[in-house]
Structures are given as C-alpha cells and as structure tokens.
C-alpha cells in the first residue's frame, strides 16, 4: 500500500467514519504539515480538493478497505497498511492534527485549509 493510503487508513481508523469534505481537508493539514506531498491539491472556494485523494478512496472501497455511503466513509478494515519506514512518522502527524484540529467543525477546517494553501503558495 502507498503513503496515499497509508495516510487515509491511519486518518479513518482514529476517526471511525467521516464526511468526505471533512476528511479531504483533514488530509489536506496532515499532507501539508507533515510535508509528505502525496498528494496534488488545489482549492476549490476554502475546500482543498485532490484527483488523487478521491481515486484513493475508491481504490480503498474496491478492496474492501473502506465502505462508501453518499458522503459518508468508514474504514472497514482496522489493518493499517504497511507503509514501509514512513508508518511511525504518519501516525505522528495524523496525532498531532487530530489533537489540533480534530475538533474543528468542516468551515474551521476550511479556513484553515485555505491559510496553508495560501502559505505554501
């Protein structure tokens, strides 16, 4: 499995389930503040959206690894994927986000979504 993977697994596996916006830009913070760039974003209005981020998420619900419900996405499956000397570094970063922004509603996330974008521009 890829870092891609890897970082949506770990994600969805503390979250349980999530909305698909929620967890895009929670996965937008710990791909930026991690500084893993796996994936490619851009902004769409305050919303980060990524090609490659969807496609993981209907490769993961090909393989069973995560079910797909309207809008709503809940891990199946409880085993991370192996991804390599990068597992302890990811599961740092989605800790830290979490403990940061875990509480956060969907347009606090936004925001700061959009902040990052914007610095990293």
């Known amino acids: 499995m890829n870092i891609r993977q890897c970082i949506v697994a770990m994600l969805l596996k503390a979250?349980?389930?999530?909305?698909?916006?929620?967890?895009?830009?929670?996965?937008?913070?710990?791909?930026n503040l991690g500084s893993f760039d796996a994936f490619n974003w851009s902004m769409e209005g305050d919303l980060p959206i990524s090609s490659e981020f969807i496609d993981v998420i209907e490769e993961m619900a090909r393989m069973g690894s995560v079910k797909v419900n309207g809008s709503s996405i809940a891990l199946i499956s409880e085993d991370i994927p192996d991804c390599g000397w990068l597992l302890e570094r990811v599961k740092s970063v989605v800790d830290e986000v979490l403990a940061k922004y875990g509480h956060m509603e969907l347009t606090e996330l936004m925001d700061e979504a959009a902040f990052l974008y914007q610095d990293k521009e």
């Open 15 to 31: 979250l349980k389930v999530s909305n698909l916006d929620r967890l895009g830009a929670l996965c937008f913070i710990i791909d």
